[in-house]
């Protein structure tokens, strides 16, 4: 059973910060790219930014300079580093890891696995 569990959401004012942390859990071998996603009620989801398992990174437009995604490999963590926040920033943000881990018992295979998703509020 693995799987990502997100934390680190929640109600801030704009110009705060928020850090969001993606912990995959079970059998895991290798942690391949990892990223972020959000989706606003009624909308459509949009990448955040990623991350690859050399470091290497991408991020939005709208988020690139406020937004930092980092890991850490011997805890099979990703974050996300929130400053500047705006309310447009509002939305349930989604951890996306590509990973290679237990399928069945004995058995390892590739797996794209999406976090339970964390509200994050920026109010004015």
């Known amino acids: 059973q693995v799987q990502l569990v997100e934390s680190g959401g929640g109600l801030v004012q704009a110009g705060g910060s928020l850090r969001l942390s993606c912990a995959a859990s079970?059998?895991?071998?290798?942690?391949?790219?990892m990223g972020w996603f959000r989706q606003a009620p009624g909308k459509q989801r949009e990448l955040v930014a990623a991350?690859?398992?050399?470091?290497?990174?991408n991020y939005a437009d709208s988020v690139k300079d406020r937004f930092t995604i980092s890991r850490d490999n011997a805890k099979n963590t990703v974050y996300l580093q929130m400053d500047s926040l705006k309310p447009e920033d509002t939305a349930v943000y989604y951890c996306y890891g590509n990973l290679v881990g237990a399928t069945t018992p004995g058995k390892y295979g590739n797996l794209e696995l999406w976090g339970q998703g964390t509200l994050v509020t920026v109010s004015s």
């Open positions: 079970g059998r895991i071998a290798t942690i391949n790219n």
């Open positions: 991350i690859t398992s050399g470091g290497s990174t």
